[in-house]
Nanobody, 116 residues
């Protein structure tokens, strides 16, 4: 069982920055991969960025150059640094972790609102 707790969401003006955190209950090195997803009202959940156990990252085209995924192994925490935020980035952001047996876990989600 893996528990994930997100934090760092909030209200930010267009062009601003936020950093989301996802704290895992155990060692993140025991996980196959982790990622950030988001879901806007009326839309499907979509992958924003992901990081493998080996540290390889990838991100959606819509956030390339603006968002960065990283992790702190010692703190068992994954981050999503978001900059140059746009109103289109408004969504609930979810942390996800996948074990080697492909079992997936989700955090409770954190709201990010980009508005002036």
């Amino acid at each position: 069982q893996v528990q994930l707790v997100e934090s760092g969401g909030g209200l930010v003006q267009p062009g601003g920055s936020l950093r989301l955190s996802c704290a895992a209950s155990g060692s993140i090195l025991s996980l196959n991969r982790m990622g950030w997803y988001r879901q806007a009202p009326g839309k499907e959940r979509e992958l924003v960025a992901a990081i493998t156990s080996g540290g390889v990252t990838n991100s959606a085209d819509s956030v390339k150059g603006r968002f960065s995924i990283s992790r702190d192994i010692a703190k068992n925490t994954m981050y999503l640094q978001m900059s140059s935020l746009k109103p289109a980035d408004t969504a609930v952001y979810y942390c996800s972790a996948v074990q080697w047996n492909e079992r997936r876990y989700w955090g409770q989600g954190t709201q990010v609102t980009v508005s002036s």
